[in-house]
């Protein structure tokens, strides 16, 4: 089985433009949560997606948007990008559903100057 | 809210050494608890999970225990290795969301 593939690896963004990372989820796995992971934290929850929808939202702005597509792999959007949004961006998959547990990818690392 | 505090924040220790690293939480109607590895720079390795109805859960030389109604988790390594050097996250599952902490920051010498 596959595991958690994000694309791309690193970026490198101005402040004020707009970014898109990407997420395939989990062979099996219907649910796709974002985390964003600054240097020397732990990862904070983005949101998550399930059956299309965002189901679970948190503490971020709405200029960090998301979609998930048919095929159960996801879209971040960061729009109008600020210095603060540099950071680590993580992916997890799961199955929905009580006690199962989450699968990360690698991350994207995110610059912005 | 859940909040998650791990103890120690660091560690340095000789190989062979029998570890543990503690994980407290502040809401204990959870779904499940995971711990995590992290490597500097990538993503998160799941090492065990624990479902809210387990006293723990081993896999080769890890443990991971959890009393839910303390609001606790630990995680034992046994005979440390220089390739465990890592962070370390413990993870707890509500509202199908994880909170993390910053967790624990090991380094296994020679």
């Known amino acids: 089985e596959t595991g958690v593939t994000q694309s791309p690896t690193h970026l490198i963004k101005t402040r004020g433009q707009q970014v898109t990372l990407r997420c395939s989820s989990q062979s099996g796995h219907n649910t796709v949560s974002w985390y964003q992971q600054a240097l020397g934290q732990g990862p904070q929850f983005i949101f998550q997606y399930y059956r299309e929808e965002e189901n679970g939202r948190g503490n971020f702005p709405p200029r960090f948007s998301g979609l998930q597509f048919p095929n159960y792999s996801s879209e971040l959007n960061v729009n109008a990008l600020e210095l603060d949004d540099s950071a680590l961006y993580l992916c997890a998959s799961s199955l929905a559903g009580l006690g199962y547990g989450y699968t990360f990818g690698s991350g994207t690392r995110l610059t912005v100057v | 809210k859940q909040e998650v505090t791990q103890i120690p924040a660091a560690l340095s220790v000789p190989e062979g050494e029998n570890l543990v690293l503690n994980c407290s939480f502040t809401?204990?109607?959870?779904?499940?608890l995971q711990w995590f590895r992290q490597d500097p720079g990538k993503g998160l390795t799941s090492l065990l999970l624990?479902?809210?109805?387990?006293r723990e859960q081993t896999s080769g030389r890890l443990n991971a225990s959890l009393d839910k109604s303390s609001g606790r988790s630990t995680l034992y390594i046994a005979a440390s290795q220089p390739g465990d050097s890592a962070t370390y996250l413990c993870?707890?599952?509500?509202?199908?969301?994880?909170?993390f902490g910053t967790g624990t920051r090991l380094q296994v010498f020679p």
């Open positions: 993870a707890p599952d509500n509202t199908d969301k994880l909170i």
């Open positions: 624990i479902q809210s109805s387990q």
């Open positions: 809401d204990s109607a959870i779904y499940n």
